[in-house]
C-alpha cells in the first residue's frame, strides 16, 4: 500500500521510484466520461510546475483533445501541449484540474499546482518520504 490516512482527513502517500531515486507521488484518478470507471494513475508531486502535465500515449488513451497548441519550455527542452480539463479524484477530493497534454512522451505524468495546491494543505516531509494532503 502505498496510501493511509492520518489524523482527520490527512491522506498519506509514500515516496515511489526506480533505481534508487524516490519522487513524492500521489493516486489520482481521472474521470474520464467515456470511459467504464476511472483511469487510475500515480503522479510525482511538481511544486514547481504551475499545471500538470499528462504524456501524449496517456492522453490519447483518456480521448483528450486537441486544442490550441501552446509550447512549454524546461530543463528537457521545449515542447507542444494542449489545454484540457479533467475530473479527478485526489485525496478523497473531486475537481477539476488544467492539464497540458504534450505532444510527445518525453516528461512523465506530473502533478503541478494549478487547480490542485488550492484544494489541499500539501506538506512534504523528505526524512520520512511521505507526503500530507490535507483537504482545505
Keep these: 500500500m502505498f496510501w493511509f490516512f492520518n489524523n482527520h482527513d490527512t491522506k498519506v502517500y509514500k515516496y515511489r521510484g526506480t533505481d534508487g531515486a524516490k519522487h ?8 474520464i466520461n467515456n470511459q ?3 483511469y487510475k494513475t ?9 499545471i500538470s502535465i499528462i504524456p501524449k500515449t496517456i492522453g490519447e488513451d483518456l480521448g483528450l483533445k486537441k486544442t490550441d497548441l ?3 519550455g524546461g530543463v528537457g527542452g521545449r515542447v507542444g501541449y ?7 479524484e485526489l485525496a478523497g477530493k473531486n475537481f477539476t484540474i488544467p492539464v497540458a497534454w ?3 512522451d518525453s516528461v512523465p505524468m506530473l502533478l503541478g499546482r494549478k487547480g490542485v495546491f488550492s484544494e ?3 506538506c512534504f516531509k523528505e526524512k520520512q518520504e511521505i507526503v500530507e494532503f490535507t483537504p482545505r
Design 82 to 88: 494542449y489545454i484540457n480539463y479533467i475530473n479527478v
Design 42 to 50: 500515480f503522479m510525482i508531486i511538481d511544486s514547481g510546475a504551475d
Design 120 to 122: 489541499f494543505d500539501i
Design 102 to 104: 504534450l505532444t510527445n
Design 70 to 72: 501552446h509550447y512549454l
Design 36 to 38: 467504464n470507471g476511472p
Design 24 to 31: 513524492p507521488v500521489c493516486e489520482v484518478n481521472f474521470i
